[in-house]
Protein backbone atom coordinates (compact mmCIF):
# COMPACT_ATOMS: atom_id res chain seq x y z
CA UNK A 1 0.00 0.00 0.00
CA UNK A 2 3.12 2.06 0.58
CA UNK A 3 3.65 2.62 -3.56
CA UNK A 4 0.01 3.71 -3.81
CA UNK A 5 0.27 6.27 -1.06
CA UNK A 6 3.65 7.75 -2.64
CA UNK A 7 2.21 8.29 -6.15
CA UNK A 8 -0.82 10.27 -4.42
CA UNK A 9 1.45 12.34 -2.49
CA UNK A 10 3.21 13.01 -5.57
CA UNK A 11 0.55 13.64 -7.71
CA UNK A 12 -0.88 15.98 -4.94
CA UNK A 13 2.12 18.23 -5.01
CA UNK A 14 2.59 17.86 -8.52
CA UNK A 15 -1.07 19.42 -8.42
CA UNK A 16 -0.51 22.25 -5.72
CA UNK A 17 2.34 23.31 -6.77
CA UNK A 18 0.48 23.55 -10.61
CA UNK A 19 -1.72 25.99 -8.50
CA UNK A 20 0.71 28.45 -7.73
CA UNK A 21 2.11 28.74 -11.33
CA UNK A 22 0.90 32.61 -11.75
CA UNK A 23 3.04 33.63 -8.92
CA UNK A 24 6.21 31.20 -9.35
CA UNK A 25 6.53 31.28 -12.93
CA UNK A 26 9.35 31.50 -14.51
CA UNK A 27 11.04 32.80 -18.29
CA UNK A 28 11.39 29.32 -19.48
CA UNK A 29 8.16 27.69 -17.90
CA UNK A 30 6.39 30.78 -19.13
CA UNK A 31 8.43 30.57 -22.79
CA UNK A 32 7.04 26.75 -22.90
CA UNK A 33 3.63 27.49 -21.71
CA UNK A 34 3.05 30.36 -24.51
CA UNK A 35 4.64 28.05 -26.61
CA UNK A 36 2.01 25.08 -26.58
CA UNK A 37 -1.19 27.41 -25.72
CA UNK A 38 -0.17 28.99 -28.76
CA UNK A 39 0.50 25.71 -30.89
CA UNK A 40 -3.14 24.44 -29.75
CA UNK A 41 -5.36 27.74 -30.34
CA UNK A 42 -3.58 27.68 -34.01
CA UNK A 43 -4.22 24.37 -34.46
CA UNK A 44 -7.83 24.20 -33.33
CA UNK A 45 -8.50 27.32 -35.89
CA UNK A 46 -7.50 25.32 -38.87
CA UNK A 47 -10.45 23.28 -39.76
CA UNK A 48 -13.53 25.31 -38.70
CA UNK A 49 -11.52 28.33 -41.44
CA UNK A 50 -10.29 25.23 -44.08
CA UNK A 51 -11.42 26.99 -45.92
CA UNK A 52 -9.27 29.85 -46.21
CA UNK A 53 -6.27 28.09 -47.50
CA UNK A 54 -8.20 24.62 -49.22
CA UNK A 55 -11.21 26.91 -50.23
CA UNK A 56 -11.33 25.34 -53.70
CA UNK A 57 -10.74 21.70 -52.40
CA UNK A 58 -13.44 22.39 -49.82
CA UNK A 59 -16.39 23.23 -51.88
CA UNK A 60 -15.53 19.99 -54.48
CA UNK A 61 -15.42 17.90 -51.61
CA UNK A 62 -18.31 18.99 -49.76
CA UNK A 63 -20.28 19.89 -52.85
CA UNK A 64 -20.91 23.32 -52.30
CA UNK A 65 -21.71 26.42 -53.97
CA UNK A 66 -20.09 29.63 -52.95
CA UNK A 67 -23.14 30.96 -51.69
CA UNK A 68 -23.70 27.80 -49.13
CA UNK A 69 -20.00 27.94 -48.11
CA UNK A 70 -20.50 31.15 -47.34
CA UNK A 71 -23.52 30.43 -45.42
CA UNK A 72 -21.99 28.17 -43.37
CA UNK A 73 -18.99 30.58 -42.71
CA UNK A 74 -22.21 32.80 -41.36
CA UNK A 75 -23.86 30.41 -39.16
CA UNK A 76 -20.38 30.13 -37.29
CA UNK A 77 -20.00 33.34 -37.26
CA UNK A 78 -23.27 34.87 -35.81
CA UNK A 79 -23.34 31.92 -33.48
CA UNK A 80 -19.64 32.92 -32.39
CA UNK A 81 -20.53 36.17 -31.37
CA UNK A 82 -23.07 35.06 -28.32
CA UNK A 83 -20.30 32.58 -27.68
CA UNK A 84 -17.51 35.05 -27.04
CA UNK A 85 -19.48 36.65 -24.42
CA UNK A 86 -20.75 33.72 -23.04
CA UNK A 87 -16.76 32.33 -22.81
CA UNK A 88 -16.45 35.81 -20.80
CA UNK A 89 -18.39 35.36 -17.66
CA UNK A 90 -17.08 31.65 -18.30
CA UNK A 91 -13.67 32.70 -18.04
CA UNK A 92 -14.11 34.86 -14.67
CA UNK A 93 -15.73 31.45 -13.27
CA UNK A 94 -13.87 28.52 -14.32
CA UNK A 95 -10.25 26.89 -15.27
CA UNK A 96 -8.60 27.97 -17.83
CA UNK A 97 -7.55 24.24 -18.11
CA UNK A 98 -10.88 23.04 -18.44
CA UNK A 99 -12.01 25.18 -20.54
CA UNK A 100 -9.61 24.64 -23.22
CA UNK A 101 -9.52 20.58 -22.41
CA UNK A 102 -13.16 21.06 -23.57
CA UNK A 103 -12.36 22.87 -26.56
CA UNK A 104 -9.91 21.29 -28.09
CA UNK A 105 -11.86 17.67 -27.48
CA UNK A 106 -14.85 18.69 -28.86
CA UNK A 107 -13.51 20.44 -32.06
CA UNK A 108 -11.84 17.13 -32.35
CA UNK A 109 -15.23 14.81 -32.11
CA UNK A 110 -16.76 17.24 -34.51
CA UNK A 111 -14.21 17.21 -36.92
CA UNK A 112 -14.62 13.24 -36.90
CA UNK A 113 -18.20 13.98 -37.77
CA UNK A 114 -17.25 16.09 -41.10
CA UNK A 115 -15.04 13.47 -41.84
CA UNK A 116 -18.00 11.28 -42.35
CA UNK A 117 -19.05 13.78 -45.50
CA UNK A 118 -22.56 14.18 -43.87
CA UNK A 119 -25.48 16.27 -45.66
CA UNK A 120 -26.02 20.37 -45.78
CA UNK A 121 -28.08 20.44 -43.05
CA UNK A 122 -25.34 18.44 -40.63
CA UNK A 123 -22.81 20.76 -41.95
CA UNK A 124 -25.05 23.63 -40.35
CA UNK A 125 -25.06 21.54 -37.06
CA UNK A 126 -21.17 20.61 -37.47
CA UNK A 127 -20.23 24.32 -38.23
CA UNK A 128 -22.50 26.04 -35.08
CA UNK A 129 -20.48 23.64 -32.82
CA UNK A 130 -17.14 24.68 -34.06
CA UNK A 131 -18.27 28.22 -33.45
CA UNK A 132 -19.47 26.85 -29.72
CA UNK A 133 -16.31 25.02 -28.80
CA UNK A 134 -13.17 27.52 -30.54
CA UNK A 135 -14.90 30.52 -28.63
CA UNK A 136 -17.36 29.97 -25.98
CA UNK A 137 -14.98 27.98 -23.71
CA UNK A 138 -11.04 28.96 -25.85
CA UNK A 139 -10.89 32.27 -26.71
CA UNK A 140 -11.53 34.76 -23.17
CA UNK A 141 -9.18 32.07 -21.49
CA UNK A 142 -6.31 32.15 -24.23
CA UNK A 143 -6.78 35.90 -23.54
CA UNK A 144 -6.34 35.80 -19.92
CA UNK A 145 -3.51 33.43 -19.82
CA UNK A 146 -1.55 35.64 -22.35
CA UNK A 147 -2.38 38.59 -20.77
CA UNK A 148 -0.89 37.06 -17.19
CA UNK A 149 2.22 36.08 -18.83
CA UNK A 150 3.61 39.34 -18.90
CA UNK A 151 3.89 42.64 -17.37
CA UNK A 152 2.28 45.66 -19.15
CA UNK A 153 5.50 46.81 -20.70
CA UNK A 154 5.53 42.97 -22.53
CA UNK A 155 2.19 42.31 -23.83
CA UNK A 156 3.18 44.04 -27.37
CA UNK A 157 6.11 40.90 -28.04
CA UNK A 158 3.82 38.53 -26.50
CA UNK A 159 0.57 38.60 -28.38
CA UNK A 160 3.10 39.01 -31.09
CA UNK A 161 5.42 35.96 -30.14
CA UNK A 162 1.78 34.04 -29.47
CA UNK A 163 0.59 35.35 -32.67
CA UNK A 164 3.42 34.02 -34.57
CA UNK A 165 3.35 30.91 -33.21
CA UNK A 166 0.16 30.59 -33.61
CA UNK A 167 0.99 30.91 -37.60
CA UNK A 168 3.77 28.52 -37.70
CA UNK A 169 2.04 25.82 -36.45
CA UNK A 170 -0.91 26.40 -39.26
CA UNK A 171 1.98 26.81 -41.76
CA UNK A 172 3.18 23.82 -41.02
CA UNK A 173 0.25 21.88 -41.16
CA UNK A 174 -0.99 23.50 -44.16
CA UNK A 175 1.50 22.32 -46.08
CA UNK A 176 1.55 18.48 -44.47
CA UNK A 177 -2.01 18.60 -45.43
CA UNK A 178 -1.06 19.80 -49.04
CA UNK A 179 1.58 16.91 -49.50
CA UNK A 180 -1.29 14.61 -48.80
CA UNK A 181 -3.70 15.94 -50.74
CA UNK A 182 -1.38 14.77 -53.33
CA UNK A 183 -1.07 11.22 -52.15
CA UNK A 184 -4.42 10.94 -52.93
CA UNK A 185 -6.42 10.73 -57.11
CA UNK A 186 -9.51 12.14 -55.38
CA UNK A 187 -10.13 15.61 -53.25
CA UNK A 188 -12.52 13.83 -51.68
CA UNK A 189 -10.26 11.05 -49.70
CA UNK A 190 -7.20 13.57 -49.35
CA UNK A 191 -10.17 15.70 -47.76
CA UNK A 192 -11.33 13.19 -45.33
CA UNK A 193 -8.06 12.26 -43.87
CA UNK A 194 -6.92 15.54 -43.27
CA UNK A 195 -10.01 15.88 -40.97
CA UNK A 196 -8.94 12.97 -39.24
CA UNK A 197 -5.90 13.76 -38.64
CA UNK A 198 -6.85 17.17 -37.19
CA UNK A 199 -9.20 15.37 -35.13
CA UNK A 200 -6.19 13.25 -33.66
CA UNK A 201 -4.31 16.13 -32.91
CA UNK A 202 -6.88 17.53 -31.04
CA UNK A 203 -7.17 14.82 -29.07
CA UNK A 204 -3.55 14.73 -27.92
CA UNK A 205 -3.32 18.86 -27.26
CA UNK A 206 -7.13 18.15 -25.04
CA UNK A 207 -4.76 15.73 -22.89
CA UNK A 208 -1.70 18.02 -22.66
CA UNK A 209 -4.27 21.08 -22.02
CA UNK A 210 -5.45 19.16 -18.58
CA UNK A 211 -1.92 18.53 -17.66
CA UNK A 212 0.03 21.18 -18.13
CA UNK A 213 -2.21 24.33 -17.17
CA UNK A 214 -2.95 26.33 -13.93
CA UNK A 215 -5.97 25.76 -13.18
CA UNK A 216 -6.87 29.22 -11.93
CA UNK A 217 -5.14 32.89 -12.91
CA UNK A 218 -4.71 34.81 -9.47
CA UNK A 219 -4.22 38.41 -9.47
CA UNK A 220 -4.62 40.65 -6.61
CA UNK A 221 -8.05 41.96 -6.98
CA UNK A 222 -9.45 38.62 -8.92
CA UNK A 223 -11.73 38.21 -6.11
CA UNK A 224 -12.90 41.68 -5.75
CA UNK A 225 -13.72 41.70 -9.75
CA UNK A 226 -16.13 38.68 -9.56
CA UNK A 227 -18.80 40.22 -8.26
CA UNK A 228 -20.47 41.51 -10.99
CA UNK A 229 -17.36 42.02 -13.29
CA UNK A 230 -19.63 41.54 -16.66
CA UNK A 231 -21.44 44.73 -15.27
CA UNK A 232 -18.06 46.55 -14.40
CA UNK A 233 -16.85 45.27 -17.78
CA UNK A 234 -19.57 46.93 -19.41
CA UNK A 235 -19.21 50.43 -17.80
CA UNK A 236 -15.95 50.90 -19.28
CA UNK A 237 -15.78 53.33 -22.61
CA UNK A 238 -11.66 51.44 -23.16
CA UNK A 239 -13.71 48.03 -23.92
CA UNK A 240 -16.50 49.23 -26.21
CA UNK A 241 -13.41 51.44 -27.83
CA UNK A 242 -11.47 48.47 -27.97
CA UNK A 243 -14.50 46.29 -29.35
CA UNK A 244 -14.89 48.54 -32.04
CA UNK A 245 -11.33 48.65 -33.46
CA UNK A 246 -10.93 45.41 -33.52
CA UNK A 247 -14.00 45.02 -35.47
CA UNK A 248 -12.83 46.98 -38.20
CA UNK A 249 -9.65 45.31 -38.22
CA UNK A 250 -10.80 41.87 -38.42
CA UNK A 251 -13.13 42.63 -41.27
CA UNK A 252 -10.36 44.55 -43.24
CA UNK A 253 -7.92 40.85 -42.83
CA UNK A 254 -11.47 38.86 -43.15
CA UNK A 255 -11.62 40.18 -46.49
CA UNK A 256 -7.93 39.55 -47.68
CA UNK A 257 -7.12 36.11 -45.24
CA UNK A 258 -11.08 34.30 -46.85
CA UNK A 259 -10.94 35.30 -49.82
CA UNK A 260 -7.02 36.12 -51.38
CA UNK A 261 -7.14 31.98 -52.53
CA UNK A 262 -9.91 32.04 -54.98
CA UNK A 263 -8.83 35.78 -56.23
CA UNK A 264 -5.67 33.94 -57.27
CA UNK A 265 -7.55 31.36 -59.09
CA UNK A 266 -11.10 33.12 -60.15
CA UNK A 267 -8.95 36.26 -61.37
CA UNK A 268 -5.61 35.67 -61.73
CA UNK A 269 -5.99 32.27 -62.97
CA UNK A 270 -3.54 30.15 -61.62
CA UNK A 271 -3.98 26.28 -60.67
CA UNK A 272 -5.32 25.58 -57.15
CA UNK A 273 -2.20 24.11 -55.64
CA UNK A 274 -0.43 27.18 -56.49
CA UNK A 275 -3.27 29.40 -55.15
CA UNK A 276 -3.49 27.15 -51.62
CA UNK A 277 0.84 27.41 -51.44
CA UNK A 278 0.08 31.43 -51.82
CA UNK A 279 -2.80 31.30 -49.08
CA UNK A 280 -0.82 29.44 -46.75
CA UNK A 281 1.92 32.17 -47.69
CA UNK A 282 -0.25 34.80 -46.82
CA UNK A 283 -2.08 33.16 -44.09
CA UNK A 284 0.80 31.79 -42.09
CA UNK A 285 4.22 32.07 -43.13
CA UNK A 286 4.12 35.86 -43.47
CA UNK A 287 2.67 35.74 -39.41
CA UNK A 288 5.43 34.03 -38.41
CA UNK A 289 7.73 36.55 -38.00
CA UNK A 290 5.75 39.71 -38.51
CA UNK A 291 4.14 38.92 -35.49
CA UNK A 292 6.63 39.22 -33.82
CA UNK A 293 8.51 42.19 -35.65
CA UNK A 294 5.01 43.51 -35.13
CA UNK A 295 4.83 43.43 -31.51
CA UNK A 296 8.36 44.62 -30.76
CA UNK A 297 7.84 47.22 -33.12
CA UNK A 298 5.08 48.28 -31.19
CA UNK A 299 6.73 48.06 -27.47
CA UNK A 300 9.01 50.57 -28.87
CA UNK A 301 6.27 52.85 -29.65
CA UNK A 302 5.13 54.85 -26.41
CA UNK A 303 1.07 54.48 -27.75
CA UNK A 304 1.47 51.32 -29.68
CA UNK A 305 -2.08 52.93 -30.97
CA UNK A 306 0.18 55.46 -32.90
CA UNK A 307 1.89 51.98 -34.50
CA UNK A 308 -1.55 50.76 -35.28
CA UNK A 309 -2.43 53.88 -37.21
CA UNK A 310 0.43 54.14 -39.27
CA UNK A 311 -0.09 50.16 -40.56
CA UNK A 312 -3.74 50.40 -40.78
CA UNK A 313 -3.28 54.03 -43.58
CA UNK A 314 -0.55 51.44 -45.77
CA UNK A 315 -3.13 48.75 -45.57
CA UNK A 316 -6.09 50.84 -46.31
CA UNK A 317 -3.96 52.30 -49.51
CA UNK A 318 -3.33 48.74 -50.76
CA UNK A 319 -6.88 47.37 -50.81
CA UNK A 320 -8.05 50.26 -52.48
CA UNK A 321 -5.14 49.65 -54.99
CA UNK A 322 -6.29 46.47 -55.47
CA UNK A 323 -8.92 46.69 -58.06
CA UNK A 324 -7.02 47.99 -60.62
CA UNK A 325 -4.53 45.13 -60.72
CA UNK A 326 -6.63 42.41 -62.56
CA UNK A 327 -4.62 41.89 -65.41
CA UNK A 328 -1.14 42.13 -63.51
CA UNK A 329 -0.41 38.81 -62.35
CA UNK A 330 2.76 39.50 -60.00
CA UNK A 331 2.45 42.88 -58.96
CA UNK A 332 -1.64 41.33 -57.82
CA UNK A 333 0.15 38.82 -55.53
CA UNK A 334 2.69 41.16 -54.37
CA UNK A 335 0.59 43.40 -53.56
CA UNK A 336 -2.17 40.91 -51.55
CA UNK A 337 1.14 39.20 -50.28
CA UNK A 338 1.78 42.80 -48.91
CA UNK A 339 -1.90 43.61 -47.25
CA UNK A 340 -1.95 40.23 -45.79
CA UNK A 341 1.50 41.19 -44.10
CA UNK A 342 0.30 44.10 -42.47
CA UNK A 343 -3.23 42.72 -41.45
CA UNK A 344 -1.38 40.18 -39.50
CA UNK A 345 1.19 42.16 -38.04
CA UNK A 346 -1.89 44.30 -36.77
CA UNK A 347 -3.86 41.24 -35.90
CA UNK A 348 -1.02 40.24 -33.58
CA UNK A 349 -0.75 42.81 -31.24
CA UNK A 350 -4.47 44.37 -31.18
CA UNK A 351 -5.57 42.98 -28.46
CA UNK A 352 -2.33 44.47 -26.26
CA UNK A 353 -4.00 48.00 -26.45
CA UNK A 354 -6.56 47.37 -23.48
CA UNK A 355 -3.88 48.34 -21.52
CA UNK A 356 -3.76 51.81 -23.18
CA UNK A 357 -7.59 51.75 -23.23
CA UNK A 358 -7.30 51.19 -19.23
CA UNK A 359 -9.20 48.05 -18.90
CA UNK A 360 -8.07 46.53 -15.39
CA UNK A 361 -6.56 43.32 -15.53
CA UNK A 362 -9.04 41.40 -13.21
CA UNK A 363 -11.55 42.32 -15.62
CA UNK A 364 -9.55 40.55 -18.49
CA UNK A 365 -12.09 37.76 -18.45
CA UNK A 366 -15.38 39.25 -18.41
CA UNK A 367 -13.77 42.45 -20.97
CA UNK A 368 -12.26 39.81 -23.51
CA UNK A 369 -15.70 38.25 -23.89
CA UNK A 370 -17.74 41.48 -24.38
CA UNK A 371 -14.82 43.03 -26.63
CA UNK A 372 -14.88 39.47 -28.55
CA UNK A 373 -18.56 40.05 -29.24
CA UNK A 374 -18.13 42.87 -30.84
CA UNK A 375 -14.99 42.55 -32.86
CA UNK A 376 -16.05 39.41 -34.16
CA UNK A 377 -19.21 40.03 -35.89
CA UNK A 378 -18.13 40.15 -39.52
CA UNK A 379 -18.13 36.14 -39.00
CA UNK A 380 -21.83 36.70 -39.23
CA UNK A 381 -22.25 38.65 -42.40
CA UNK A 382 -18.96 38.60 -44.37
CA UNK A 383 -19.19 35.18 -46.34
CA UNK A 384 -22.60 35.19 -46.93
CA UNK A 385 -22.25 38.77 -48.49
CA UNK A 386 -19.17 38.22 -50.37
CA UNK A 387 -20.34 34.79 -51.39
CA UNK A 388 -23.12 36.65 -52.85
CA UNK A 389 -21.30 38.81 -54.34
CA UNK A 390 -18.91 36.17 -55.89
CA UNK A 391 -22.03 34.07 -57.62
CA UNK A 392 -23.25 37.45 -59.11
CA UNK A 393 -20.02 38.23 -60.86
CA UNK A 394 -16.74 37.43 -60.04
CA UNK A 395 -14.71 40.40 -61.08
CA UNK A 396 -17.48 42.81 -59.96
CA UNK A 397 -17.88 40.95 -56.53
CA UNK A 398 -13.75 41.30 -55.77
CA UNK A 399 -13.91 44.70 -56.47
CA UNK A 400 -16.98 45.23 -54.03
CA UNK A 401 -14.74 43.40 -51.46
CA UNK A 402 -11.74 45.31 -51.89
CA UNK A 403 -13.37 48.47 -51.36
CA UNK A 404 -15.37 47.43 -48.22
CA UNK A 405 -11.90 46.49 -46.80
CA UNK A 406 -10.30 49.70 -47.22
CA UNK A 407 -13.55 51.38 -45.42
CA UNK A 408 -12.91 49.34 -42.81
CA UNK A 409 -8.94 50.52 -42.53
CA UNK A 410 -10.29 53.82 -42.23
CA UNK A 411 -12.92 53.40 -39.77
CA UNK A 412 -10.26 51.36 -38.09
CA UNK A 413 -7.43 54.22 -38.00
CA UNK A 414 -10.49 56.82 -36.45
CA UNK A 415 -10.91 54.68 -33.71
CA UNK A 416 -7.30 53.92 -33.18
CA UNK A 417 -6.80 58.14 -32.81
CA UNK A 418 -9.82 58.38 -30.68
CA UNK A 419 -8.48 55.83 -28.30
CA UNK A 420 -4.93 57.43 -28.14
CA UNK A 421 -6.23 61.16 -27.68
CA UNK A 422 -8.32 59.43 -24.76
CA UNK A 423 -5.38 58.00 -22.98
CA UNK A 424 -3.33 60.94 -23.40
CA UNK A 425 -5.68 62.99 -22.25
CA UNK A 426 -6.37 60.77 -19.03
CA UNK A 427 -2.83 60.55 -18.52
CA UNK A 428 -1.03 64.22 -19.05
CA UNK A 429 2.05 62.88 -17.08
CA UNK A 430 3.32 60.67 -19.94
CA UNK A 431 3.60 63.87 -22.64
CA UNK A 432 2.53 63.74 -26.14
CA UNK A 433 4.63 60.18 -27.55
CA UNK A 434 8.06 60.15 -29.03
Request: glycine share 8%.
Amino acid sequence: MTKPILIWQSTRKYIQNREGIRMNLTKSKRNLLVTLLSFMVGMIYFIPFIRISFYDQTIAALNLTNTQLGFLGSIYGTLAIFCYAVGGILAQKFSPRILIGISLAGTGATTLWQATFPSYTSLIIIFALYAVFTTATLWSPYITLMRSFGSDSEQGRLFGISESLRSLVSAAVGFLFIWIFSLFSDEMGGYRMILIIAAVIYFVFAVLALIVFPSSVQTEKKEAAKKGSILAALKLPGVWLVGLFIFFCYALNCGGAYYFGTYTTQVLHTSTAVSSGLQILRTYILAIGLGVIGGIIADRFKYRSRFLICVLAAATAASAFMPFLGNFLWIAIVVSVLISGINYMIKSIYYSIMDEAVIPRELTGAASGIIAFIAYIPDAFITSMVGVWLDKDITGGFNKLFAFMAACGLAAIIIAVIINKRYIKANPETGQGK
